[in-house]
T-cell receptor, first 115, second 111 residues
């Protein structure tokens, strides 16, 4: 039973380019969360999605950032026109359909470096 | 925004010693979770707590959900070198909602 998959593990972009980060949730999980982690800090929530729906995007910057979780395929976090401050580790987590016990399980992360 | 205050920030201990770290919040959380993160990896879930006052163990790890719902602690007994890493507390206010994380406790275990 594979865990949460993220790719790429490392991504280097120049300022102004686009970054696309992919996340495949655990089998049977329909909820996806994206978090960002700066060096030596805790994880900060960005966005929560279910299939084809954005449930909570209150942690995501209003400009340049977008996220989707289509009916088929992985969830995508997209950062347009990247800037140096976007350099961070981006983690995806998934959880099963809503219920009392819905722990979030994390992927290995994508480390984005903006040159 | 909402914060979880986690302490201590770092700990340096000898192999075999017990360790305790805690998390507090100014508001109520309905679930508390403890994660461990190794360098270059994602957080791995250690223990999940769902009821106020709940005490749960997972091997050498024990965690408690505070009775006020505003705090939690994690104990590690008889530490070993592979316990090295960053430990994060996290909580969410409602089932299925976002997680709020503490700033982490960096644990170093000297053999």
């Amino acid at each position: 039973n594979a865990g949460v998959m993220q790719n790429p593990r490392h991504l280097v972009r120049r300022r102004g380019q686009e970054a696309r980060l992919r996340c495949s949730p655990m089998k049977g999980h329909s909820h996806v969360y994206w978090y960002r982690q700066l060096p030596e800090e805790g994880l900060k929530f960005m966005v929560y999605l279910q299939k084809e729906n954005i449930i909570d995007e209150s942690g995501m910057p209003k400009e340049r950032f977008s996220a989707e979780f289509p009916k088929e395929g992985p969830s995508i976090l997209r950062i347009q026109q990247v800037v140096r401050g976007d350099s961070a580790a981006y983690f995806c987590a998934s959880s099963p359909p809503s219920g009392y016990y819905n722990e979030q399980f994390f992927g290995p992360g994508t480390r984005l470096t903006v040159l | 925004g909402q914060q979880l205050n986690q302490s201590p920030q770092s700990m340096f201990i000898q192999e075999g010693e017990d360790v305790s770290m805690n998390c507090t919040s100014s508001s109520i959380f309905n679930t508390w979770l403890w994660y461990k993160q190794d360098p270059g990896e994602g957080p791995v879930l250690l223990i999940a707590l769902y009821k106020a006052g709940e005490l749960t163990s997972n091997g050498r790890l024990t965690a408690q959900f505070g009775i006020t719902r505003k705090d939690s602690f994690l104990n590690i007994s008889a530490s070993i070198p592979s316990d090295v890493g960053i430990y994060f507390c996290a909580g969410h206010k409602t089932s299925g909602s976002r997680l709020t994380f503490g700033e982490g406790t960096q644990l170093t275990v000297n053999p």
